[in-house]
Every structure is written in structure tokens, then in C-alpha cells.
């Protein structure tokens, strides 16, 4: 079975700081995807990611930013946490020209 | 600009009844995916069922189906026999040419006891 794991289920954090999430994946994905998650708007992409090294942008990708360094790893990066940005944060995972996404358990963020 | 609608926000039903989510989409293209994903409360999202635009036979997973109607960009779902387990928000994405999904706003489906 896939795993993907995310560092943290829940997250508080204040407006201003720098905040990290992680995503892990274990079954050698080649792309790797981060989504925020609001009452709906469904599932908005924030970045993806093709390969080590490689970003795109997706739907909504201001006051985000993104690393990828190892192919199982995935990182999303707040530069300045806004309350705005008080989401739920789901990675994904899937193949090259892969049909379905697997998903991380996800991180509630929540900025004061 | 590629859109997926879904037009129930919430619904409930008894337990061992059918229940059918909706779902519509816009898109100029021919060939493409659609799925049905489910997110148990403070679970992990899983794919429930996806169909591929070039096959006119309804995919089908136990007690989950769905009628996708092309020409009317229509991809619901049926659930059959439903459990409590079935309790969830489900979303309808569509998959691009560029292997990205646009997702559904979700429809909140509560299975009653």
C-alpha cells in the first residue's frame, strides 16, 4: 500500500511566523502535489511537483512557497503565516500519468 | 476554464438506502478521467470509483456506480445498500490533459441510523 504521511494532524501557529509542512512518501512517486482544503471550495492546488528539484505553481500559490530536495519528500513553506491562511492542508502523491492520488492524512492549520 | 460543479452540499438518508450524488463538469476536451474521492470524518481521502471518458460502460465497484452521461458531462454516483461507513464528504474531480484534478466543492453525505 502507498503511505504518505504528513508531520503534523494539527498546527498553531502565529501571524507572522515561518511555517513548515511536510509530506513523505514511500512508494517512489515521481509527482507529488499540495492542496489547501476549505468548507466549499473543495480542493484548491497550491503547487505540484514532477521531480527532485522541479516546481510548478498551481491555483493559488501566493504566500507559498515549496521544496523538494529528495524524491520522497515534499515540502510546503509559509513564508509569513496570515490568518487567511487558516486551512487544512492535504499532500498527494501519485505516478507519472498516474490515474489516482493518494493522499496524507492531512495538517489542520490553524494562525492566530 | 475547465469546472466541476457539485450541486448537493449535504445530504442524509437511512441506512440500507440508495443515495445519488451529482455531479456535472465543463471541459472541451475528449479524452480525460473522472473519480469519485471519499474523505471519512478526520480520515485520509481515498478514490471510491474513476471512469475514463473513452468508455461508455458505467465502471462499477461493489456496492459504488455511476452514470456518466458525456454528452451531458454527467458523472454521478450511486451508492447501494448504503452503511454508516459510507458517512463522509465526497468529491468529484476531473483529470486534465496536464494530469492535474479540478475538484467539486463536495457533498457532505450523512448515512442515519
Known amino acids: 500500500d502507498v503511505k504518505v504521511t504528513q508531520s503534523s494532524r494539527y498546527l498553531v501557529k502565529r501571524t507572522g511566523e515561518k511555517v513548515f509542512l511536510e509530506c513523505v512518501q514511500d512508494?517512489?512517486?515521481?509527482?507529488m502535489f499540495w492542496y489547501r482544503q476549505d468548507p466549499g471550495l473543495g480542493l484548491r492546488l497550491i503547487y505540484f511537483?514532477?521531480?527532485?528539484?522541479?516546481?510548478e505553481k498551481g491555483d493559488i500559490p501566493e504566500g507559498y512557497s515549496v521544496s523538494r530536495e529528495k524524491k520522497e519528500r515534499f515540502s510546503l513553506i509559509l513564508e509569513s503565516a496570515s490568518t487567511n491562511q487558516t486551512s487544512m492542508y492535504l499532500c498527494?502523491?501519485?505516478?507519472?500519468?498516474?490515474?489516482?492520488?493518494?493522499f496524507g492524512p492531512g495538517t489542520r492549520l490553524t494562525v492566530l | 476554464a475547465q469546472t466541476v460543479t457539485q450541486s448537493q452540499p449535504e445530504m442524509s438518508v437511512q441506512e440500507a438506502e440508495t443515495v445519488t450524488l451529482s455531479c456535472t463538469y465543463d471541459?472541451?476536451?475528449?479524452?480525460?478521467?473522472l473519480f469519485w474521492y471519499k474523505q471519512p470524518p478526520s480520515r485520509q481521502m481515498i478514490l471510491v470509483i474513476r471512469?475514463?471518458?473513452?468508455k461508455q460502460q458505467n465502471a462499477t465497484e461493489n456496492r459504488f456506480s455511476v452514470n456518466f452521461q458525456k454528452a451531458a458531462k454527467s458523472f454521478s454516483l450511486k451508492i447501494s445498500d448504503s452503511q454508516l461507513g459510507d458517512t463522509a464528504m465526497y468529491f468529484c474531480?476531473?483529470?486534465?490533459?496536464?494530469?492535474?484534478?479540478?475538484w467539486g466543492a463536495g457533498t457532505k453525505l450523512i448515512i442515519k441510523p
Open positions: 471541459t472541451s476536451e475528449n479524452n480525460y478521467y
Open positions: 511537483s514532477y521531480d527532485v528539484k522541479m516546481k
Open positions: 471512469q475514463e471518458a473513452y
Open positions: 474531480a476531473f483529470r486534465d490533459s496536464n494530469y492535474q484534478l479540478i
Open positions: 498527494a502523491t501519485t505516478l507519472p500519468r498516474g490515474e489516482t492520488q493518494y
Open positions: 512508494m517512489d512517486h515521481e509527482n
